[in-house]
């Protein structure tokens, strides 16, 4: 969903991939949210904004991930070590 190409993502080798099942509108939702983020990127916009729009599309998608640890995993590292 995101428009860059491997290349200038970076390596892959680290990166967690999560199934995600959701209906159409938050499919289309989260797409928009996620061109915002990639736009905000693409014109250098300062780190707290970028930060926070991860933050969101993060939090618009972890209860759609499929496999309960991964979605508990998720969740964590959103609220913190602290539990928020």
Known sequence: MVS???EQVGPRDDAKVYEL?????????AEKQIK???YKRSSFEDQSSIMQAQRE?????????VAEKD???VKAALNGPAGK
């Not at 099942?21 to 939702?29: E, K, L, S």
């Not at 599309?57 to 991930?65: H, K, R």
């Open 4 to 6: 860059r190409r491997p």
């Open 36 to 38: 915002d983020l990639d």
């Open 21 to 29: 099942v959701m209906p159409i509108d938050a499919y289309w939702a």
């Open 57 to 65: 599309v993060l939090m618009s998608l972890v209860n759609f991930i």
């Open 71 to 73: 979605r508990l995993q």
